[in-house]
């Protein structure tokens, strides 16, 4: 098994850890509806399925009996 030579301290561990940060996520409002949601991604209002302010999938209309 592969052996380090010699053991890494934590200040030298923590210092090339210091670089790695998590971005938060890019939320856009639209322009058609008002909902925020992630960009290049499909979001769903009312039961419409919308992607770049354009209604991919209608909603069902369910009829009560």
Same mark, same amino acid.
């Given at each position: 098994?592969? /052996? ?14 210091? /670089? ?16 925020? /949601?992630?960009? /290049?991604?499909? #979001? ?5 399925? #919308? #992607? ?14």
């Amino acid at each position: 098994m592969a /052996h380090p030579k010699s053991r890494i301290s934590k200040q030298r561990k923590r210092k090339r850890r210091t /670089h790695k940060k998590i971005t938060p996520p890019q939320v856009q409002v639209c322009k058609e509806t008002g909902e925020p /949601h992630l960009r /290049h991604r499909a #979001y769903e209002v009312d039961g419409a399925l #919308y #992607y770049k302010g354009k209604v991919l999938i209608p909603a069902i209309e369910v009829d009560e009996e």
